[in-house]
């Protein structure tokens, strides 16, 4: 520090003559203004590293922030397709569940409607296996007994009918695996092959869905 205050007494006593002396008479003063000058050096290179700082500071702040958000939207993104795909999820669990329910209340009655075909085939067996020569005012007892089988069998038919259940009589149509069942394959003048010359017992569908398959036999080529 000496040495600093005689080079700065050198410097000015060539300048300011009367300085010196007084710097001369008050050493204490140099030193002081000295000590000043440099922390006043010192404190703008603190703020200036202060600012910098500040500078930076904000940069690293806005990175991570972006990166949160960058983070926050995938999971937004995540959480969105998620409960889009559980909303899918539900929607296709009611339909089928609605299906379920509708197909319950029209195939419900599936075993029972089976059980009385049988009663309907025996019906129309008694109708058929009665000679129509004999049904005759002569005869009234059978022509009552006919005439009473012929209505029940109308009735039933009715029944079914209104109960989605309808018959299959495919006599001449195409042989059509999904509604029929060929007991038989023999070829016959004057029909066209692929065809169902005979039915040996009616099918019937209910709803559209065959519920019995009609006993065919099929014309084959020759």
């Known amino acids: 520090m000496a040495?600093?205050?005689?080079c700065v007494r050198g410097a000015l006593r060539s300048r300011y003559p009367l300085?010196?002396?007084?710097?001369r008479t008050s050493p204490r003063l140099l030193c002081v203004a000295t000590q000043q000058k440099n922390n006043g050096q010192n404190l703008e290179e603190d703020q200036s590293q202060s600012q910098n700082e500040q500078k930076a500071e904000p940069s690293s702040a806005e990175k991570m922030l972006a990166e949160e958000k960058a983070k926050?939207?995938?999971q937004l993104k995540e959480v969105n397709d998620k409960y889009k795909r559980a909303l899918a999820?539900?929607?296709?669990?009611r339909q089928r569940s609605q299906k379920?329910?509708?197909?319950?209340?029209?195939?419900?009655?599936?075993?029972?409607?089976?059980?009385?075909?049988?009663?309907?085939?025996?019906?129309?067996?008694?109708?058929?296996s009665v000679p129509k020569e004999?049904?005759?005012?002569?005869?009234?007892?059978?022509?009552?007994?006919?005439?009473?089988?012929v209505m029940t069998e109308v009735q039933i038919q009715k029944v079914f009918k209104k109960h989605g259940l309808l018959?299959?009589?495919?006599?001449?149509?195409?042989?059509?695996p999904y509604e029929h069942?060929?007991?038989?394959?023999?070829?016959?003048?004057?029909?066209?092959?692929?065809?169902i010359a005979l039915v040996s017992k009616i099918g019937y569908k209910l709803h559209g869905r065959t519920l019995r398959p009609a006993l065919v036999g099929v014309v084959k080529d020759a």
């Open 3 to 6: 040495a600093v205050a005689q």
């Open 89 to 93: 999820d539900a929607e296709n669990v």
């Open 19 to 23: 300085l010196s002396l007084s710097l």
């Open 100 to 128: 379920l329910v509708e197909e319950a209340k029209l195939y419900g009655i599936q075993s029972f409607c089976k059980d009385l075909l049988e009663v309907a085939d025996i019906l129309e067996k008694a109708t058929e």
């Open 167 to 176: 018959r299959l009589n495919p006599v001449g149509a195409k042989f059509d």
């Open 72 to 74: 926050l939207e995938e």
């Open 134 to 149: 004999e049904i005759k005012d002569e005869n009234p007892h059978l022509k009552s007994l006919y005439e009473g089988l």
């Open 181 to 195: 069942e060929a007991l038989f394959h023999a070829p016959m003048e004057g029909k066209e092959p692929g065809t």
